[in-house]
């Protein structure tokens, strides 16, 4: 369904030495006829078809038909910013061999590439194996650009999740064993566009669960006791994001119980976190709503009983349409607004203070 729009972020690059490698991943679709339509426009395009073998299996597949000295994944619907290759490469070939991986910040988009809200800016660079202990600060599997040598180093992503039907946290299994060897680099724009949808693979709060943990399983084994007390702000955090997809997706009581979770792991946090009180009054606005307009639809069904004439003079239904220039600028400046409160409210620095403590037990 967004292939096209993804490919055709990544072809309109400024930066236009690039490869594109796409792996079609056993697909039933026309996915591949989509892509030859745009090989035959862009030389620079190549298809590769093979059987159904999961994420990690398919990304190396593309590494190892490509030929670049940077290596950057992108998923099927998510979308770059212009400049993210540039903007990315030239931080790597400025910072040397030192640098194995870089990564910018990310907006979540909905189904007509409009900005949901959501956002997912870290401050984390150098070594951020302690930030990656907490959460995938990287934010996506889109959002990174590595250097082909260091991942042949640290090694290439791992198809063991699938193999323990744990598949989703690919990319930050392979983002810790490269930071433990390198450090990392950050572009602080929103450069990346990062597709929410209902039935996205990260929607799947038990698989990812399970996921994570064998992710970070040697983490825990080596530091046993700072793993348990991380384990419980990541899951804090996850509850968190879990509220925020409910609510969403509309569910309300999903959201209550996700934010209930999320303060019994981690009160202190889970109070002074900005996405968290702006989520409580969006809450607070949406049962209001529906209580005015389930009082207002109360007494039009009862006009409409008295006068039947009435519902004939009802309005057809429009047609869906893309919002126009006015609301993407105003979503656009809420996103920053949102990112701009995010920073200032008191859980930067308490997590700042917890990455720190953590630093000193697995990084001394």
Same mark, same amino acid.
């Given at each position: ?71 950057a994944p992108v998923d099927a619907d998510d979308l770059w910013h212009p400049k ?17 991986? /870089?990564? +910018? ?120 006791? /700072? ?8 899951? +804090? ?17 999903? /959201? ?38 389930? /009082? ?9 009983? +008295? ?58």
């Amino acid at each position: 369904q967004f292939i096209e729009r993804t490919i055709n972020s990544v072809s309109h690059q400024t930066y236009q030495q690039i490869e594109i490698v796409v792996v079609d991943d056993g697909s039933r679709d026309n996915t591949a006829q989509i892509v030859n339509q745009l090989a035959e426009k862009d030389p620079r395009i190549k298809l590769i078809r093979q059987q159904n073998a999961g994420v990690a299996a398919a990304r190396n597949r593309g590494i190892a038909v490509s030929k670049g000295e940077f290596i950057a994944p992108v998923d099927a619907d998510d979308l770059w910013h212009p400049k993210n290759v540039e903007k990315q490469v030239s931080c790597l070939i400025n910072a040397g061999e030192a640098m194995a991986m /870089t990564y +910018a910040w990310t907006v979540d988009i909905d189904e007509q590439d409009c900005l949901t809200g959501n956002t997912r800016s870290s401050v984390y660079y150098g070594n951020i194996v302690p930030a990656l202990l907490y959460s995938n600060v990287v934010g996506s599997g889109s959002a990174s650009i590595i250097r082909r040598r260091s991942l042949e180093t640290a090694g290439l992503f791992s198809s063991e999740l699938r193999n323990q039907q744990a598949q989703g946290c690919e990319d930050w299994d392979n983002y810790l064993r490269i930071a433990k060897q390198y450090e990392v680099g950050l572009i602080p724009e929103f450069l990346i566009g990062y597709r929410q949808l209902g039935h996205s693979m990260s929607t799947r709060k038990a698989e990812m669960t399970q996921s994570s943990q064998l992710a970070l399983q040697p983490v825990a084994k080596q530091f046993p006791l /700072t793993y348990k007390r991380v384990r419980r702000w990541s899951d +804090a955090l996850d509850y968190r994001f879990l509220a925020r997809e409910y609510f969403s997706a509309g569910n309300t009581t999903g /959201t209550w119980e996700a934010l209930q979770q999320s303060f019994r792991l981690d009160p202190l946090v889970t109070v002074f976190t900005f996405s968290v009180w702006n989520l409580f009054s969006q809450l607070t606005t949406r049962s209001l709503s529906h209580w005015l307009s389930s /009082t207002r639809d109360s007494k039009q069904s009862h006009t409409e009983e +008295a006068n039947p004439a009435a519902q004939l003079a009802q309005p057809a239904t429009q047609a869906v349409r893309r919002p126009s220039r006015l609301k993407q600028i105003i979503a656009s400046t809420k996103v920053y607004l949102r990112s701009l409160l995010t920073a200032i409210f008191p859980d930067g620095a308490i997590n700042t203070l917890r990455m720190r403590w953590v630093s000193s037990q697995v990084c001394p």
